[in-house]
């Protein structure tokens, strides 16, 4: 995989932003425009978020990768995405969209056969890839509905503790069924 | 001078695909769960007497609209045309500059255009254009211009509910337009041909017919709160005093049912308790006043007044000298803005607010005669009246979220921050561009806090949750202090989504871990929990 990953390395800029390109397009074209435009972190964080997911992802591509760094980046894109306007296959398809971006940028150097094995290992890696993002939707929808719960119990509380009906950590006491 | 762009950098920043539909046509909306507020009950709208009491879901095809609701509505705009020259004005005015277009936690959150401020303004001038004005009847679309249809009243009552009243678009607009009074003239409107939800009108008719937005009665109010009394005995080992409906007292203490019900605003009410107990002062708290919330404020002008003109009548019969108000959001809008004019004066009873402690007089609420309790303690802890041990709150490395309300309706921004930083060791404000007046919205605000509005509150709350992210990772910060009840329950959620590592609080929870009672001051008895009964250290150490 060394010669795809130093032609990644060297047109890495231009993979970036083509792939974050393709990513805006997925959005109305008034929204894409502004998450282009303002760099601001706190003023456009989903634009920043996923600016820095498409970076550290491409960046630990083509680095040694390590699996823990390549979950956190993916998170930044996908937790975004997975309370936006996407159905579940829209929102993870953000990573075979890097194939493509790649597949665009290094058009003319994989005319060369000589790397196709590279290459198809490359989309094999992308494809894990693609996978733990769907891990990551699912436990980000799974968080949704349990915090649904969790905020039923904390708004009553006090009556839920009143009739003896709270058992987490809060209380620290047991089941009803284990008294 | 400003930098030029090059001819091929103006070149790259046109964008030539032109929109896919015009926003005009783009109705209605594609309504999915998730995305709105379940609609108010039929035997709700019935009890509190609006229009149009049904069965129906946006879901639906048919809303079951009234057959005349485009006149209903029409007529609606023009009695309220008349009625409120800041709607007038701020129908007029705009010149769509753009300034508002990006500073909507909504927008931010989503990428959704008609969350744009400025778009969300135009579903409703649109419509005023084209019922109302000669050139919108005669151009039509050409002049933005369209006639009120069913397809557009849903327009209206999905995005009308994806506006948190927060303001923070009103800052940025040079000409100050309050896109929140927008917001409320259309789900005034919206009221008239029945299309409404139930979380804000449940708690609207509770208060109406029980006296607080949860439906707790007298007893269950009493009990809750002596409830939190042994929680406080056990922490302090005192015996706390809470007098109810007490004739002659000095001070009426009002704040959100959520601080007696709901985690955890309970630990804030303990500690306001504390506070007061600490004080020994002349203090009632009220079962029929016992809400400082007014879901009214999302409702209409009328419901809102209703709702407040209780704390008057309450503060009257029972002779009280001033009111104190709890850390709420939207209720301080309420007094700061509507309070006066909407349900004033005050009784005669009432005079201007002034200390017992301090004999500082507040001034600015000499019309009201109400004021925040975050102004009452800051003034005690400036003239050096408590006695504190912010070490006690150590475990903590505290951040302050600015309520909308609070900060953008009545400016409240010292004073919070003074206490913190007297009642706690480890305080890190956020980025400037996300704090005091700009602060961003919890993005559940304006009665958006249910459960079933869960995937549009994360999104609206990413800006917010963002910034307190930032500072966890840079100071280690682990809560997340406000002075509103809706915030103490709608951030706990968004943490939990976006940052679980922190943690949220009011600011009087740490005001009385802090606070050193007399007989704790002699050694009698070592504060060792605080009032959430952990460990008042951090794991690994000691308590000293």
């Known amino acids: ?179 | 001078m400003a930098k030029m762009p090059k001819p091929d950098e103006l070149l790259k920043s046109i964008d030539w695909t032109p929109p896919e539909k015009d926003w005009m046509d783009d109705v209605p909306p594609e309504i999915k769960p998730g995305r709105f507020c379940y609609p108010a009950k039929k035997n709700i709208l019935e009890e509190i007497g609006f229009p149009n009491p049904r069965e129906w879901s946006p879901l639906d095809d048919d809303w079951k609209l009234p057959s005349n609701s485009r006149e209903i509505i029409v007529e609606g705009i023009i009695d309220r045309l008349k009625k409120y020259r800041s709607f007038k004005l701020f129908m007029d005015i705009c010149v769509r500059c753009g300034a508002c277009a990006d500073k909507c936690h909504y927008f931010l959150g989503s990428g959704d255009p008609k969350n744009m401020p400025v778009l969300r303004a135009e579903l409703l001038r649109s419509v005023i254009k084209g019922e109302l004005t000669w050139q919108g009847k005669f151009f039509g679309k050409l002049a933005g211009a369209r006639k009120l249809n069913e397809d557009i009243i849903k327009e209206w009552f999905y995005y009308f509910y994806q506006c948190s009243e927060c303001r923070r678009c009103s800052v940025f607009c040079p000409y100050g337009i309050d896109t929140c009074e927008v917001t409320m003239m259309g789900r005034e409107l919206l009221h008239l041909v029945g299309c409404n939800i139930n979380w804000i009108l449940e708690p609207v008719r509770n208060c109406f017919k029980i006296g607080n937005h949860l439906g707790l009665q007298p007893h269950t109010v009493k009990e809750n709160i002596e409830f939190l009394c042994w929680d406080i005995e056990e922490v302090t080992g005192l015996k706390m005093e809470v007098p109810f409906n007490k004739k002659g007292a000095e001070v009426l203490f009002v704040t959100p049912s959520g601080d007696y019900f709901a985690d955890p605003g309970i630990y804030t009410m303990m500690g306001y308790i504390m506070l007061f107990n600490y004080l020994d002062i002349d203090w009632t708290m009220s079962t029929y006043a016992s809400e400082g919330g007014n879901f009214g404020l999302f409702t209409s002008h009328e419901a809102m007044a209703k709702i407040n003109a209780k704390i008057y009548h309450e503060a009257e019969r029972l002779g009280v000298k001033f009111i104190i108000g709890g850390e709420c959001g939207h209720m301080w809008r309420v007094k700061h803005q509507y309070m006066d004019t909407a349900t004033g004066p005050a009784p005669k009873n009432l005079e201007t607010p002034r200390s017992p402690i301090t004999g500082t007089v507040f001034e600015h609420a000499k019309s009201t005669k109400m004021i925040h309790i975050c102004e009452f303690t800051a003034d005690l802890i400036a003239h050096g009246k408590l006695d504190l041990d912010p070490s006690r709150n150590d475990k903590y490395v505290v951040t302050y979220h600015d309520s909308c309300n609070p900060s953008r309706g009545m400016g409240f921004f010292e004073e919070p921050r003074f206490i913190l930083k007297n009642v706690c060791n480890n305080f890190y404000d956020m980025p400037e561009n996300t704090i005091r007046e700009k602060t961003f919205c919890c993005g559940s605000g304006s009665g958006l806090n249910t459960d079933e509005f869960m995937d549009m509150r994360m999104r609206g709350g990413l800006p917010r949750a963002n910034a307190v992210k930032y500072v966890h990772e840079k100071h280690g910060v682990n809560m997340l202090a406000c002075i509103c009840a809706i915030d103490r329950a709608a951030l706990s959620t968004l943490m939990d989504y976006w940052v679980p590592e922190v943690q949220v609080c009011g600011v009087h929870e740490l005001v009385a871990n802090a606070l050193v009672f007399p007989h704790e001051k002699k050694g009698e008895r070592k504060r060792e929990l605080n009032l959430r009964q952990e460990p008042l250290k951090p794991e690994g150490e000691e308590n000293a």
């Open chain 1, 1 to 179: 995989m060394e010669k795809i990953k130093e032609l990644i390395n060297e047109n890495r800029a231009d993979i970036e932003e083509r792939w974050y390109e393709l990513i805006l397009e997925t959005y109305p074209p008034e929204a894409a425009a502004f998450f282009r435009k303002n760099k601001d972190q706190f003023e456009n964080p989903v634009g920043a978020k996923i600016s820095t997911g498409v970076i550290g992802i491409l960046e630990e591509l083509v680095g040694k990768v390590d699996e823990q760094k390549i979950a956190e980046y993916i998170d930044e894109i996908i937790r975004i995405r997975a309370v936006q306007e996407f159905t579940p296959s829209q929102a993870v398809k953000v990573f075979p969209l890097l194939k493509r971006a790649i597949r665009e940028v290094l058009e003319k150097e994989l005319e060369d056969k000589g790397l196709l094995q590279e290459f198809l290992q490359l989309e094999d890696q992308i494809d894990e890839i693609t996978l733990k993002g769907f891990e990551i939707y699912q436990q980000c929808r799974e968080r949704l509905y349990h915090l649904k719960v969790e905020e039923w119990k904390s708004r009553m509380y006090m009556l839920l503790r009143r009739a003896k009906m709270v058992y987490d950590e809060r209380e620290g006491s047991l089941p009803p069924q284990q008294i």
